[in-house]
C-alpha cells in the first residue's frame, strides 16, 4: 500500500496531522500502537487559543460538550500558600480540559472519518528510506505489514524506549517521572485550575469531564526514592501522600474524595526541544519539543504543531522541512523556555518559597506566567 503521508501515533498531535491532510485529498495512513480508549499521564487542560484548530478538525462542538467547566482563574498552591488571580483572557474564550480516553477518541475520528486509513493497534517498528520515498514496518497482533509512504510524520510522543525512535537515556537524579489521578467529591470552585509546587516537583489540578478532578504531577527521581522512603505504598500513593503532606491547597480540595481508578505512572521525562525535520522526516507534538508540563501546554502545542506542519506541507510538499523547522522554533521556543524557568523555581526548596512569598504579594504575576505560557497565543503560519 502507498500513501502521501503515514503518520505513526495517534495522539493530539498525529490525529490533527492526519485529519488536516485527509481532508484537503491526500491518501493517509494513521498508525497507532495503543488500543483506544485508554488512559494516559496528562493533566487535560486544553488552552483557548487551540480551539480554532479543533474547529479545524471539526470537533469543536463535541469537545464543548463533553469537556469541563470553562477555566478562567489560575491559582498557586505551594505549603500553606494559596493565591489565584484571572487566566487571561484568549480571543475565543477560555481553555476546558477533556479525559485523555475521549479526546484522543474524538480526533482520530475525526482523521478517519477525512479519509486517514487507521492501522490500530499497529506498531511502526523499522522506517526505511530510499530516494523520495519511506517503507514503513508495521508490527500488528499476528502480522507484519509494510506501507509506503512519500512523506513520514513522527507524533509518537516524547518517551519511547523502543523502536526507531528510541532514545537512550542514563539514569539522572533531574529525571522527571509523571503521575496522574482522577477525583470524584473535590471541594474546587469549578473555573479554577491550581498549580502545585511541593519538594522535588510541580503539578497541576483542574476540573475535567464528568465531574471529575484531575491531578496530575511531575517529581524527580531523587525525590521520588524520598517520597517512597516515607510513605508506603505503590509510586503513584507514595506521590500522592507526599503532596497532600507538603501542599495545603491540595489538602483541603482532596479531604473526602475519591480516587477513580488506578494512578497513572509514566517516565522518566526530559523536557525539550528535538529535531522537528531529519533524515526526510517531519516530527510534531512532544517528538518534536516537550515543555515542562507546568504550564499544561503539550496538547495545544502537539495540537498546534501539526496545523502548523499541515500548512508548510501542503503549500511545499516534501520540502517544506527547514521553513517547518524555523517556524516551529518561532512558535514554540518561548513557551518550552518560560516552562524551564518555572519548573526551575518550583523544584528547589529556597526559589519556590522566594516566588511564592513573591506571588503573595503580587498575586497579577500569575496572570503574567499564564500569558508568557501561551494561554493566549494561537498558532500562525506566517512565524518563519
Ligand atoms: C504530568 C503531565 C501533565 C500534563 N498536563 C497537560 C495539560 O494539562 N495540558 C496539556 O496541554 N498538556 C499536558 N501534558 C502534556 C501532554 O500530555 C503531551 O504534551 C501530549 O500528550 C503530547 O501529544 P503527542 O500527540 O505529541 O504525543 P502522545 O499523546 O504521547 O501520543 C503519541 C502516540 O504515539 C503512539 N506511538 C508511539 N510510538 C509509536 C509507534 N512506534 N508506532 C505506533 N504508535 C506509536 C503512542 O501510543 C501514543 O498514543 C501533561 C504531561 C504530563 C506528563
Redesign the pocket.
Known sequence: MRFDAAV????????TAARLLAQAGWSVAL????VFP?R????????AATLPVLEACGVATEFRAQAGPAVHTVAAYSGATMVQAPLPHGRVGWGR?LG?EHL?VLLRDAAVSSGAMLFQP????AIARQAAQHTLTLRRVNTVDEIDARTVIA????W?TQ???AAAMSARPSDLF???AHFRGAAMAAGVMPLLAFPGGY??M?HTDGGRVSL???IRRDALRQAREIHSGKAGEAVMRHILASTEGVRRTLQGAMVEDAILA?GP?RPGIRSRYRDGIFF????AG??H?II???????IQSSWLLAQHLLADGPAAGPNYARAWKCQFAARVHAASLFAWLAMNNHRRAAAAQLIRAFPAILTWGAALSGKTLGVRHDAT
Open positions: 505513526i501515533g495517534s495522539g493530539p498531535a498525529g490525529a498508525i497507532e500502537r495503543a485508554r494516559k499521564v496528562c493533566g487535560e487542560f486544553i488552552s480540559a485523555r484522543d499497529a506498531e511502526v517498528v507524533a509518537c510522543g516524547s519511547n523502536g526507531p525512535f509523571a503521575f496522574k503539578g497541576g483542574v496530575s504531577c511531575c509514566c521525562l510534531a507534538g512532544n517528538a516537550e515543555a508540563p499544561a501546554e503539550g496538547i495545544s502545542m502537539a
